[in-house]
């Protein structure tokens, strides 16, 4: 008998369309009945292995394709009623100890409160987060015990798991963030939430799973 549904939500603080993606998944989870699994990957570490190149740096000087991802980012902010989302005047930033320190949160059971205050700190009163001081007095002033993951983040296993998981989500075929994956199936970026739904929807269908 086939396992539970594993449905993955792979993302970087980095990246703004993860952050807005964000949104969308609790009324998936909702619908479905379906858990999702929040993975940090390192983005840059995706970057370098797939020779893939960020939104921001891709797309300069192309006519017409900034202003239409513009559009559909008004159309997604509209679509899930995002009121907080505000660009980072500092991207890119580098993420490195921001992931390092969402994998230690992951180890320590407190992954869901840092979870929040890294994306409040990077897209809601976005600061330059690559910036230790300015790190650790964002996640202090947001009550998360940031000393005990900072030294935690330092330790050869939460190295080594970001680098696995990262690693893993590159051979499965991720190449930038936000990656989903539905069992098997790959789907990436914001826009593609729908079909995220569909997918789940589908495959507990044919494993004859009951879902809300």
Do not use: C
């Not at 964000?22 to 998936?28: F, L, Q, R, T, V």
């Not at 300015?134 to 996640?139: M, S």
């Amino acid at each position: 008998m086939a396992g539970p549904l594993k449905v993955e939500f792979q993302f970087d603080f980095g990246s703004p369309n993860a952050y807005l993606a964000d949104y969308a998944i609790p009324g998936i989870e909702q619908r479905t009945g379906v858990k999702f699994e929040y993975v940090p990957v390192l983005l840059g570490g995706v970057f370098k292995a797939t020779n893939n190149k960020s939104p921001f740096e891709s797309l300069r000087g192309i006519k017409n394709k900034p202003e239409y991802q513009a559009l559909e980012m008004q159309r997604f902010l509209r679509r899930y009623n995002i009121t907080k989302f505000r660009p980072n005047p500092f991207f890119p930033v580098n993420t490195l100890m921001l992931m390092r320190a969402a994998t230690a949160a992951k180890f320590e059971n407190m992954f869901e409160p840092y979870f929040r205050a890294a994306y409040h700190h990077m897209w809601e009163e976005p600061k330059k987060m690559d910036d230790l001081e300015v790190f650790r007095t964002a996640f202090l002033s947001s009550g998360i015990d940031i000393d005990r993951l900072i030294a935690r983040a330092q330790d050869d296993d939460v190295k080594k798991k970001l680098i696995d998981v990262t690693t893993d989500a590159v051979n499965r075929g991720a190449f930038g963030s936000p990656t989903f994956f539905v069992g098997t199936e790959m789907f990436f970026g914001k826009d593609q939430v729908r079909d995220v739904e569909d997918s789940i929807v589908e495959q507990l269908a044919a494993t004859g799973t009951r879902f809300a």
